[in-house]
């Protein structure tokens, strides 16, 4: 198809697809007429001639020669009767052929002009010569519009190639290969097309045209765009997530392997206390201060990479954010601080980014203070895999945590060593715990004034094969993995039995008493008044015997929830201690609050008093504020008669320590009850 091809189309595009059989029927009426009048004429022709044969007809003539030429004559007329014949039917055919072409034609029609699609027809240089209404609908232009242009005018720049080698390609094999690629709006817009081309060949097998289909698939490359995104961005603050941030580090790690002077470091950053912020505000508060913590981070990561880049010119390429930043999950964010000189710039960005967080963050109209602990490990690794290094950095990350949280600490190998054990630690533990390997040992406590056993600590202690593991060195793996939760509620139930054991046995007025410790993580719980609540239950305990153990710290923590536990526990009838007293922070007027009876002073002041008077001022100003507030002491770690006496003149009630007993097993307690002045066995008083 050619200029008049176009034309052609022009015009049928003009004509309604109703109105195409109506021309054609009256084209080929006329033509009808002119071939009947031709086959009549002939006809009529050929009978005048044939009838001069016949012998109404005389001619003067010789009849031999009369006779051929009426035969040749007769010949002939049957010869145009047969021509006749013929050329009527080559016309039926070639009106029915005809009109199979124009069927179809206008199929192609109507097709084109209600697809969805949009269908051009090119002729071999890429001019347009036929373009579908849809071409309007889905990319703005006219017919107007298109007319001025090629056909690979409105294309990118950066597809052109390619879809000029499909069209290449369309012409020689006469099948296009399917291609993707953007077209420009009207409106200044990219869209994206799939199309197929299809060669038109002329009668020499010359490819003339090309038909081409186009589908926008603008919004289905949107969808698909936007699944890969997700599948590599954290849903809630847009951040790379871990899948992303772990192939940005892999790339860089290979990178540093060939590269000796290009270095990294990741920097693993671990919202403080994060659960007690969302347990206190609410999950959808703590969400919004993710968000909120992750746009500060990028705040710093947009600065720290001005500082830190670029200076191996040439060997990073990737846009400055993308993948520096990622959240890891729940309350961890990760860096990767690319082409740094020396790991101590790593910890100057560490700096900066715990600087960042300290401004309070608005949650809910409510100002939210936080920090962050900070893990960093670097490129001068062995490591080859990205997770390799995100554990160092969690490794450090750690024992920031461990070391007093809000920090940052650098992986090296000796934490390696110190991981290894503790995951090994981990393990063990839970085997512990299935296999029963726990014991309770007792210390007790004894009153100052009349020198008796008052009451007892259950203290946890691990029996392994080779020997006695003291509660320092499991209890904060247990705390740290929530076995302490099971550990302790074993724990509780075996003391509580066994003080009502000994209550029965060594009766004496007050009864005696139990002591167990709290740790963070139970006093975390929502749930520990009720498990403490069902203890007592399950026992039988008087709950006046139960003296709840919770240190300084966690005791003086959050005012609001503190005082909500504390008030749960208190209401089970059970008696508050404040375990290690002396060594945080506690305000009087929160004391003087919070529904406690003891105070429990911390053995270190204890165990010093006698060679250092300013411990033995502390414990008196202790003694005298414990007593002014109403409540009662107990010291802990008294080791010598020394220290006895001194305590008993500073007025203070009860005393624990070795002076005493060492902790010990039911076993020796029981002996201790019974050779205990002032202890009377049951037994031996019936
Ligand atoms: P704590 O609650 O302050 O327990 C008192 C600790 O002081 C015990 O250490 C005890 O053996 C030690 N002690 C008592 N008198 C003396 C003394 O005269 N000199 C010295 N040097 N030490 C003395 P232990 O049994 O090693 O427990 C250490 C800490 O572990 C406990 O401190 C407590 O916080 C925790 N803990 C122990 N068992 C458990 C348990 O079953 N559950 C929980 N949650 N924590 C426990
Ligand atoms: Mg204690
Ligand atoms: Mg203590």
Redesign the pocket.
Known sequence: MGEPDQQAFQEVNQNSPEAIPVQMRQIEGREWWLWGFAVAVTLALTLGIVSFTFPWFHFEADSSYWFDLREWVRGLAGLVLLFDVYTVYQHFQLQSIRRQLAERDQLFQLISENAADMIALVDSEGRRLYNSPAYEKVLGYSAEDLKNTSSFDQIHPDDRPRVLQAAEKARSSGQGERVEYRILHKDGSWRTLESTASAIRNAKGQTEKLVIVNRDITERKRAEELLVHNAFHDGLTNLPNRALFLDRLQHALTLSKKHSNYMFAVLLIDVDEFKVINDSLGHTAGDELLIQIGRRLTESVRRADTVSRPRVTGVVEKSANEGTLARLGGDEFTILLDDIRDPIEAVRVAERVQAELTPPFMVNGQEVVISASIGIASSTTPHTQAEDLVRDADIAMYRAKRTGKARCEVFDTAMHANAVKRLRLETDLRKALDQGEFR??Y?PIVSLQTGRIVGF?????WQRPEGVV???DF?PVA?ETGL?IP??RQ?RLEACRQVMAWQNQFPANPPLTMS????AK?FAQPDLASEIGKTIEQTGIDPACLRL?I?ETIAMGDAEKSGKVLSQLKGLGVHLSI??FGTGYSSLSRLRRIPVDTL?I??VF??NMDTDPENQEIVRVIITLAHNLGLKVVA????TEAHVKQLQQLNCEQA????FS??ADEKAMTQLLAASPGVRSAAASV
């Open positions: 309770v040992y210390q600590e259950a203290l946890s202690r003291p509660p320092i209890i705390e302490i550990i302790n724990l167990m410790n709290i740790t139970e153990e240190v375990d290690d429990k911390d053995r204890i165990m802990e770690g008294a080791e624990q320590g070795y002076f060492r902790p």
